[in-house]
């Protein structure tokens, strides 16, 4: 079964930056059938949303407008590993972060536990 733990969040100031990780156990980055990568957040009192998804085959990336030219989306496949990098955060960006890996042939999607990221002011 596949299994994507992330890591990475914690307490930042605004302006600060964190680098999230989900590694990936139960596949190869390198031979799965991989169809999208992304990041979601949730906070509190707000829906969930899709801030960043990458389609590898397309060499494709997307954010959504709140988190453009601050937040990287990348994948190091050697590491079988996700990867959000995000700087000049605001308070704002405080949520918890979730990965998912969807594939296809069979097509089903995997989720991480989350990790949290608060921004203070």
């Known amino acids: 079964q596949v299994q994507l733990v992330e890591s990475g969040g914690g307490l930042v100031q605004a302006g600060g930056s964190l680098r999230l990780s989900c590694a990936a156990s139960g596949i190869r980055f390198s031979v799965a059938r991989i169809q999208t990568m992304g990041w979601y957040r949730q906070a509190p009192g707000k829906q969930r949303e899709l801030v960043a998804s990458m389609v590898p085959i397309r060499g494709t990336t997307n954010y959504v407008d709140s988190v453009k030219d601050r937040f990287t989306i990348s994948r190091d496949v050697a590491k079988n590993t996700l990867y959000l990098q995000m700087n000049s955060l605001k308070p704002e960006d405080t949520a918890v972060y979730y990965c998912?890996?969807?594939?296809?042939?069979?097509?089903?999607?995997?989720w991480g536990q989350g990790t949290e990221v608060t921004v203070s002011s």
């Open positions: 998912t890996v969807g594939f296809y042939q069979p097509s089903f999607s995997s």
